[in-house]
């Protein structure tokens, strides 16, 4: 887990924080070499600022900034804590602009949407009005279906009631 947030911390923190490439070890590479109290403690003390605590050495060449960084993550618990900490404040606000854009994104598609269907509202209404006609056009079809059968069954009972009385 601590290595997955080092590795994120060197993307995120220590190169954003510098602003260039060579400074960035130096600047990810901070915390006390000589690991005695007074440097512990100011590392503690930084801890809840937004700086790291000042690095103690230049960067010498050829030396990876992060294998300083993780040296200095082993000698110094403080400056562990601190870099942990700072990692996940700068996930967080990475998630939470994340969530802001995609909420923004979500208002801008209903909005454009409701806008659709606010400049179509005449072919709703066309809709709407089509569709009360073909009901309309149904009723009154099954009214005209319906008086043909009561047409119907009158003329067939007047025949089986003439039929009837002849029979005799």
Known sequence: MKSILILILLTTVAFADSGSGSNAGSAAGVGSSSGSGSDAGSGAANAGSN??????????????????????????????????????????????????????????????????????????????VAMWLVAAGFVLYLWRKQQALKHELATLRNDLDAATKDGK
């Open 51 to 128: 700086t790291p605590p000042a690095a103690d050495y230049p960067m010498p060449a050829g030396v990876k900034p992060t294998q300083v960084c993780l040296d200095e993550m082993d000698k110094d618990p403080a400056f562990a804590d601190y870099i942990l900490r700072r990692t996940e404040q700068k996930l967080n606000e990475k998630l939470d602009r994340d969530r802001v854009q995609k909420d923004l994104c979500v208002v801008y598609d209903h909005t454009q949407a409701a806008e659709h269907v606010a400049k179509n509202e005449r072919h709703v209404i066309i809709a709407y």
